[in-house]
C-alpha cells in the first residue's frame, strides 16, 4: 500500500461524535509510552501525522486520520501508567470501551505491546475484553529494535503462552520497529487486504 494522503480529520471524547461513515476504521491502542505515535507516523510516512512525546499519556482524545481517502486510521488514548488522576484515566477508558462497542465500521483494533517487556497484566487484560466483546483486533510488538533477537523471541513466546492460557487460537501478530520500519509492509499489507475485501 503506497499513502499519499493523510489528514487529520477530528479529535474528541465522545464516540458518538465520530465521523459518520462507512470507510473501514483501524484503531491503535496500547498502553502509555508503548510508541504508538512513531509507530502512527512510520506506518503513513508522515513524519508529524501524530505527536511524539517521552511523557506518558500524551494522547487523550479519539484522534481519526483520513488515509487515502479510503479508510480511517484512528489513535487511541493508552491505558496503564500517565500522569494524571485515577478518575481521568478510568474516564479515557471508559470512552475507549464506548468507542470499541459502537463503531460498526471498526474493522480491526491493533493492540500494541511493548516487545521489550514480560507480558503485563492489562495488556492481557485488555485483549481478552475485545475477546469477549467479539471485536476483531491483532497483536503489534512495537520496539523490536530495542533488544536482541534471542531476548526477542523469549518474549513473543512468553506473550503467545500466556495468551494460549485462555485463547484457543491467536489473533494476528505483527512484529515492529518504528527506527528501523520493521513490519511496516506486512501491517499496511494487512490493512490493504481488508479495505479491499470491504468494498
Given at each position: 500500500?503506497?499513502?499519499?494522503?493523510?489528514?487529520?480529520?477530528?479529535?474528541?471524547?465522545d464516540p458518538d461524535l465520530c465521523p459518520v461513515s462507512e470507510k473501514p476504521e483501524f484503531a491503535f491502542v496500547g498502553r502509555s509510552?508503548?510508541?504508538?505515535?512513531s509507530l502512527i507516523n512510520m506506518l503513513t510516512g508522515f513524519g508529524d501525522?501524530?505527536?511524539?512525546?517521552?511523557?506518558?499519556?500524551?494522547?487523550?482524545?479519539?484522534?481519526?486520520?483520513?488515509?487515502?481517502?479510503?479508510?480511517?486510521?484512528?489513535?487511541?488514548?493508552?491505558?496503564?501508567?500517565?500522569?494524571?488522576?485515577?478518575?481521568?484515566?478510568?474516564?479515557?477508558?471508559?470512552?475507549?470501551?464506548?468507542?470499541?462497542?459502537?463503531?460498526e465500521n471498526l474493522f480491526c483494533v491493533f493492540a500494541l505491546i511493548d516487545s521489550r517487556h514480560k507480558p503485563q497484566a492489562n495488556d492481557i487484560e485488555f485483549m481478552n475484553f475485545m475477546g469477549e466483546q467479539g471485536i476483531p483486533f491483532a497483536m503489534v510488538f512495537t520496539k523490536a529494535d530495542k533488544l536482541s533477537r534471542r531476548q526477542?523471541?523469549?518474549?513473543?513466546?512468553?506473550?503467545?503462552?500466556?495468551?494460549?492460557?485462555s485463547w484457543e487460537e491467536l489473533p494476528p501478530l505483527?512484529?515492529?520497529?518504528?527506527?528501523?520500519?520493521?513490519?511496516?509492509?506486512?501491517?499496511?499489507?494487512?490493512?490493504?487486504?481488508?479495505?479491499?475485501?470491504?468494498?
Open positions: 500500500m503506497i499513502i499519499k494522503k493523510a489528514e487529520f480529520v477530528i479529535s474528541n471524547t509510552n508503548v510508541g504508538k505515535s501525522l501524530a505527536k511524539v512525546s517521552t511523557a506518558p499519556g500524551k494522547t487523550r482524545l479519539i484522534n481519526h486520520f483520513n488515509i487515502n481517502d479510503e479508510w480511517f486510521l484512528v489513535d487511541l488514548p493508552g491505558y496503564g501508567y500517565a500522569k494524571v488522576g485515577r478518575s481521568s484515566r478510568q474516564q479515557w477508558l471508559s470512552f475507549i470501551h464506548k468507542y470499541l462497542a459502537i463503531r526477542l523471541e523469549k518474549n513473543l513466546t512468553d506473550y503467545k503462552n500466556e495468551m494460549l492460557n505483527f512484529v515492529t520497529s518504528s527506527g528501523t520500519k520493521l513490519g511496516r509492509d506486512e501491517l499496511l499489507g494487512f490493512i490493504e487486504g481488508i479495505v479491499k475485501e470491504s468494498k
